[in-house]
């Protein structure tokens, strides 16, 4: 499969992945919701370091691929994102281990407010990345 071919499918699974946490928060599976969010962020930071021409590590945490994307990048809005959000991003990595191995539940309040760190994530990394190729 070719590097092109592997960012599309990424991009394509996070979208799907962030869809269907927004289905998953109107049903009220809000653990499901939060591992769905999860999953889209990383999976879409993968394909973001693809796209900057490196190969991303097999990691689960989204902190540590954001703090690569500054690495790279040494755009002070990135690095901006992993000090504004660390505890959400910290958070994600507990949701990734809980949602395999733990049973615990979450609130609408958790899982919308995760949605909307996503989103900015996401929008901010997009954004300025896109503008950089």
Not at 16 to 22: D, L, W
Not at 90 to 100: C, P, Q, V, W
């Amino acid at each position: 499969m070719s590097k092109y071919e592997e960012l599309r499918i990424l991009l394509e699974r996070s979208r799907r992945f962030y869809e269907s946490a927004i289905i998953q928060i109107e049903k009220g599976f809000y653990d499901l919701a939060a591992f769905s969010l999860e999953r889209s962020l990383q999976l879409f930071l993968k394909a973001y370091l693809l796209k900057l021409g490196v190969d991303y590590p097999r990691t689960h945490s989204s902190r540590k691929l954001l703090e690569m994307i500054y690495e790279i990048t040494k755009f002070e809005v990135i690095k901006e994102l992993v000090q504004k959000f660390s505890i959400e991003l910290a958070f994600l990595e507990d949701i990734y281990i809980t949602s395999r191995y733990i049973s615990r539940e979450f609130t609408l309040n958790e899982v919308s407010r995760l949605k909307k760190v996503i989103h900015e994530v996401i929008e901010v990394v997009r954004e300025v990345l896109d503008k950089r190729s």
